[in-house]
C-alpha cells in the first residue's frame, strides 16, 4: 500500500512538472523595428514574469496550462497586454512591437543639408527654430533678426557700431566674415552685402531657421567656416494665409507687418511687406543715439507655378530700401553746430531676383535649378568721411537627388559671381574685387543598418584669383536605442578674402587699404564635432531632453588688419593660425503646460600669432542661456528669460565686464488675433552703466569696443492678426 501512495505521489509530481510552460516572445520598438533591451511581461497577480534580453527577447517559465494574461512594459513605451491560453498550440516565436510614448515632434524636414531627411534622421547634425518658437522671438524683436540668433545657445550677435546699431552673427566665438547666411538655399548676405543683413531681415514671412554649426563649405562652398544660416520662407498652402503684426516700442520704434499666402490650382503665390521705422533714442544721456533714426521698406512677392504634380517653378522678387542715421543726437534732430555735428548715415537699397525650378523624373529622383541675381548699394557717410559702392553678385545652381531605400546622392554644380566696385571720391586706393567660383559637389547619404547612417561629402571649388579648393567632409548618425543618439563629423573649408569684415566695419572702412592679391592666401580651416542627444519621459507630464556638443574648428591664415606707421590699415596674415574648442549644452525639460530651456556654451578662442598664443577679443567664454515657458495651447503664453555673458576681452587690452539681461514675454491668444507685450532687458544692462564707449570729445568720438547692450531696458507691445 505504501509503494502505490509514493507512485501515485511520484505520477502526480511528474504531471505537475510537464503541465509548467514556456512562453516566448521578441520585443521590439514599433518605429525602428529595433529589439528593446529590459521589456517586462509579467502574468498580473502572479511573481510570474521575465525581462528581454539584449536581443529583445523574453522567456515567461514555470506557466500553468490554462488561460492568462501578459502585460508587456518598457519606460516610455505604450504598455500592451495579450491573452494567452497555454498549453500553446504553436512554438513559433511571436514578436511584439511597442509604440513610444515621449512626445512626439512635428517632423520637420532639414533642407540645408541638401537631403530630403527628417532631423532625426540626418546624420549632420542640424539646428532649427521653427513654429511657435519662431512666433515668440519674433514677437519680442519683430523687425529683424538679430535677437532671434543671439539667444540661440552658441551663437553671439556682435555689434560693430556703437550709434548706428549695425551686428554680425558669430558662431561659436569666431568672426562673423566666417558665417554664411543663406535665404532659401541661395547665399544673398555677403561681403558688402552682409554688414547691415541681421538689422534688414524681418521674420514673419520665414517657415524656419535651420542653423548648420562648424565646417559646412562642402555644402555651400566658401565662406561657411563657422557654420551657415538658412532662412527658409513660407510657401503657398492650399488653406489661404493672412496675417499682420503691428508693434510699437517704448524707444519710439513702429514695426508694421503684412503676409499673403495661398495656392490655387496651378498657381499660388507669396506677398510680404513690411515698414519699419525707429527715432532716435538715447537711454543714458550720453549725447549718442544707442538706436538710431531709420526708414525701411520691404517686398517680397514671390509666384508659384504648378505645373503638374512633377514639376514646380518659383519666382521670386526682394527688396529693401534704408536710410539709417545715428551720432549726436541733437545733430539727428535737427540742432546742428559746431558742437553737435557728428553722424554716421548709411543709405542702402537691396535688390535681388530668386528663381527655382524642381521636376521630378520618378518616385525616387529629381533635378532641381535654381537662380538668383542681387544688387546691393550702400553709402555711409561721416562728418568727413564717405564710403559707397555697388555689390553685383549672382549664383546659380543645378543638382541631382537620387533617394533609394539604402542610399541617397545629391551631386551638382554651382557657378558664383562677386564684384564690388567702389565708388571713388577722394585720392584713395580704391577696394574693388571681381570674384569668380566654380563648384562640383557630390553627397552619398547610406543607411549601414537600421539605426547607423553615414554621410560623406565633396566638393571641388576653383576661384579665379585664389585657386584650387578641394573640400571633404564626413558624418554618421548612431541611434543608440530610442532614447540615446549621437553625431560625429567633420570637414574642411575656406574663405575668399575681401576687406569686409568686422573689424574694417567698426571704423567704417575708412584708410583701409585695399588686399595685395598677390601676397596674400586664402583662409582654410579644419573642423569637427561631436553630439549626444538624449530624451526620455520621467512621468506620465514629464518629458526631458539633454543635447551636447564638444567642437573644434581652426583657421589657418587668419586675415586680420593692422595699423600701418602710415595712418592707413591693411590687411595682413601673421604665422599662426585661430582655433576655437568648447561645449554647448541645451536641456529642455517638459511638465503639463510649462517648458524650461537652459543653455551653457563654454567657448574658448585663441589666436596664435610668432608663437604667441592670446584670447580672441569680443568673445564671451562663457554663456548660459534660461527661458522658461507656460502655455495654454491657443490662449495664453508667458517666457520669462535670463542670459548671462561672462567678461570678454577688448581690442585695446582691456576687459569687459560680465552681464544678465533678463526679459518678460506674454502673449494673450483668441481665434483670429492675438495681442503680446515684452519687456526686455529689465535689468536695464547697458554698457554706458559700467563702462564707456568712446573717448575723445562728442564732436570727434574715438568708439571702443560694444560688448553689452547699449539700449538697455526697453518695453515693446502689438497686435497680431490672422484673418485666415
Same mark, same amino acid.
Given at each position: ?26 520585443? =521590439? ?71 513610444? %510614448? ?227 543726437? %541733437? ?49 555711409? =557717410? ?20 537620387? %533617394? ?236 520669462? %528669460? ?83
Amino acid at each position: 500500500m505504501k509503494k502505490f501512495i509514493m507512485l501515485l505521489f511520484a505520477t502526480f509530481s511528474i504531471t505537475a512538472v510537464f503541465s509548467q510552460n514556456a512562453f516566448k516572445v521578441i520585443i =521590439k520598438d514599433s518605429e525602428t523595428k529595433e529589439p528593446l533591451f529590459g521589456a517586462t511581461g509579467v502574468v498580473p497577480g502572479t511573481t510570474i514574469g521575465a525581462a528581454s534580453d539584449i536581443n529583445g527577447i523574453i522567456e515567461i517559465k514555470n506557466i500553468p496550462d490554462g488561460k492568462y494574461v501578459i502585460v508587456f512594459s518598457f519606460v516610455g513605451y505604450k504598455q500592451i497586454t495579450g491573452t494567452y491560453d497555454f498549453p500553446m498550440t504553436t512554438s513559433e516565436l511571436q514578436t511584439i512591437f511597442m509604440e513610444s %510614448e515621449t512626445e512626439e515632434m512635428e517632423e520637420v524636414i532639414i533642407s540645408s543639408t541638401r537631403s530630403t531627411r527628417s532631423i532625426e534622421n540626418i546624420p549632420t547634425r542640424a539646428e532649427f527654430i521653427a513654429g511657435e518658437e519662431l512666433a515668440e522671438k519674433g514677437n519680442m524683436k519683430p523687425g529683424d533678426i538679430r535677437m532671434m540668433l543671439n539667444e540661440s545657445t552658441g551663437i553671439q550677435t556682435q555689434q560693430t557700431s556703437a550709434t548706428s546699431y549695425n551686428s554680425s552673427i558669430r558662431i561659436q566665438g569666431l568672426d562673423g566674415k566666417y558665417t554664411q547666411i543663406l535665404k532659401d538655399g541661395i547665399p544673398l548676405y555677403s561681403g558688402f552685402s552682409g554688414g547691415l543683413s541681421l538689422l534688414q531681415i524681418v521674420p514673419l514671412d520665414l517657415k524656419q531657421v535651420e542653423v548648420i554649426k562648424g565646417a559646412t563649405s562642402t555644402l555651400y562652398g566658401g565662406g561657411a567656416i563657422a557654420g551657415l544660416v538658412n532662412l527658409i520662407s513660407k510657401t503657398p498652402k492650399e488653406k489661404r494665409e493672412l496675417s499682420f503684426l503691428l508693434n510699437v516700442t517704448s524707444a519710439s520704434g513702429l514695426d508694421a507687418s503684412g503676409f499673403y499666402s495661398q495656392k490655387f490650382k496651378n498657381v499660388g503665390t507669396t506677398i510680404f511687406t513690411s515698414y519699419n521705422f525707429g527715432t532716435p533714442y538715447d537711454p543714458a544721456k550720453t549725447g549718442l543715439t544707442a538706436i538710431p533714426k531709420f526708414n525701411r521698406i520691404t517686398i517680397n512677392p514671390k509666384l508659384f507655378f504648378y505645373f503638374n504634380e512633377m514639376t514646380v517653378l518659383n519666382v521670386g522678387f526682394n527688396s529693401t530700401v534704408e536710410d539709417r542715421i545715428g551720432g549726436d543726437i %541733437e545733430f539727428i534732430k535737427g540742432k546742428i553746430d559746431s558742437l553737435h555735428s557728428y553722424f554716421e548715415n548709411n543709405k542702402t537699397n537691396r535688390f535681388s531676383t530668386q528663381v527655382g525650378l524642381d521636376h521630378k523624373l520618378n518616385n525616387i529622383s529629381k533635378i532641381s535649378l535654381k537662380n538668383s541675381l542681387s544688387y546691393y548699394d550702400r553709402t555711409i =557717410k561721416l562728418p568727413d568721411f564717405k564710403f559707397s559702392g555697388v555689390q553685383y553678385s549672382s549664383f546659380s545652381e543645378a543638382n541631382y537627388n537620387f %533617394e533609394g531605400d539604402k542610399y541617397e546622392w545629391v551631386a551638382g554644380l554651382n557657378l558664383w559671381t562677386d564684384k564690388f566696385s567702389q565708388i571713388k571720391t577722394d585720392t584713395s586706393k580704391v577696394v574693388d574685387y571681381n570674384h569668380t567660383t566654380f563648384g562640383v559637389f557630390v553627397q552619398n547619404t547610406w543607411n549601414a543598418t537600421g539605426n547607423f547612417t553615414v554621410e560623406t561629402g565633396f566638393r571641388g571649388d576653383y576661384q579665379n584669383e585664389y585657386g584650387f579648393f578641394a573640400l571633404p567632409r564626413i558624418s554618421a548618425l548612431l541611434k543608440v536605442n530610442k532614447k540615446l543618439t549621437t553625431r560625429i563629423g567633420g570637414g574642411l573649408g575656406y574663405k575668399t578674402p575681401t576687406v569686409f569684415t568686422e573689424d574694417a566695419e567698426r571704423i567704417q572702412f575708412r584708410n583701409v587699404l585695399p588686399i595685395d592679391v598677390s601676397n596674400t592666401k586664402a583662409e582654410k580651416s579644419i573642423g569637427a564635432n561631436l553630439d549626444v542627444n538624449y530624451n526620455t519621459q520621467v512621468t506620465e507630464k514629464t518629458f526631458i531632453t539633454i543635447n551636447t556638443l564638444f567642437f573644434y574648428t581652426q583657421v589657418k591664415n587668419p586675415l586680420i588688419l593692422k595699423s600701418t606707421i602710415t595712418g592707413m590699415y591693411a590687411f595682413q596674415q601673421p604665422k599662426g593660425y585661430i582655433d576655437t574648442k568648447g561645449i554647448e549644452t541645451n536641456i529642455k525639460l517638459t511638465y503639463s503646460n510649462y517648458k524650461l530651456f537652459i543653455g551653457y556654451t563654454l567657448a574658448d578662442v585663441k589666436q596664435h600669432y610668432n608663437n604667441k598664443t592670446t584670447a580672441f577679443p569680443l568673445v564671451a567664454r562663457h554663456r548660459l542661456n534660461n527661458v522658461l515657458m507656460y502655455e495654454i495651447e491657443d490662449k495664453l503664453k508667458i517666457g520669462l %528669460e535670463a542670459y548671462y555673458f561672462s567678461s570678454q576681452k577688448l581690442n585695446d587690452g582691456t576687459t569687459g565686464k560680465e552681464y544678465w539681461i533678463c526679459g518678460l514675454m506674454i502673449e494673450k491668444l483668441w481665434d483670429h488675433f492675438s495681442l503680446f507685450i515684452n519687456f526686455e532687458n529689465l535689468l536695464d544692462a547697458r554698457q554706458t552703466k559700467f563702462d564707456i564707449i568712446y573717448t575723445g570729445t562728442i564732436t570727434n568720438p574715438v568708439f571702443r569696443d560694444i560688448y553689452a547692450p547699449v539700449d538697455g531696458f526697453v518695453i515693446n507691445g502689438g497686435l497680431k492678426l490672422k484673418l485666415w
